[in-house]
């Protein structure tokens, strides 16, 4: 497994905040605590990229990584359940919106739920809103060296079920940030469609 080289290069509190690039960007959202920093530290095999908190709501603005030179990886606030005000979460939503809606260099975006989970409403409606702005998503699986491989499965097929009419669902991927499951796949992903967008210019 090869490290990434990856550094901060922007945090974003408003959509003006936005930095401006002209990398393919990779989006990383999900509910609180989902394990979306840890998805993003084993990715680039570095512990401390993105902090990890067992406390939901952690990340409080748009942070941008540049990755390899050559991607943007973006860690969204979580959504759902946090310790914050029900204004500050409404900034949350608000800023979230607003960059999936206006970034036009965004080419992928990772939607991470729990595997341990059945389907949650707030996930669902995020699968809406990237179908309404047309946006190219898959569904990651996370935590799964917790659950059995026919739980794993049965959750898959829940999924699939309900997002059978999808458009723009590329795929889901099971990971785990323990046993590093699932990594390489997204990588190829990424490489992928970063290689799609490259020729599209």
């Known amino acids: 497994m090869k490290l990434l080289d990856a550094e901060l290069i922007g945090s974003a509190f408003k959509p003006e905040e936005f930095p401006k690039t002209d990398l393919p960007e990779f989006a990383f959202c999900g509910r609180s605590n989902v394990g979306k920093s840890s998805l993003l530290n084993t990715l680039v095999l570095r512990e401390n990229l993105a902090h990890v908190s067992s406390k939901p709501g952690k990340t409080r603005q748009i942070n941008f990584y540049k990755v390899a030179g050559k991607y943007i990886f973006v860690d969204m606030p979580g959504f759902g359940y946090a310790n914050v005000s029900k204004d500050e979460r409404l900034r949350w939503a608000e800023l979230n919106y607003e960059y999936f809606k206006r970034r036009e260099n965004l080419v992928l975006v990772a939607l991470l739920v729990d595997s341990r989970l059945e389907p949650q409403k707030i996930d669902l409606a995020q699968v809406e809103l990237f179908e309404e702005l047309r946006r190219n998503y898959l569904?990651?699986?996370?935590?799964?060296?917790k659950i059995s491989e026919d739980l794993l499965k049965k959750r898959i097929k829940e999924f699939e079920f309900l997002l059978q009419y999808c458009n723009f669902l590329i795929e889901f991927l099971p990971?785990?940030?323990?046993t590093k499951r699932g990594r390489e796949e997204l990588l190829a992903l990424i490489r992928k469609f970063a290689e799609k967008e490259k020729m599209l210019k």
């Open 139 to 145: 569904i990651v699986f996370t935590k799964t060296d």
């Open 175 to 178: 990971f785990s940030a323990v």
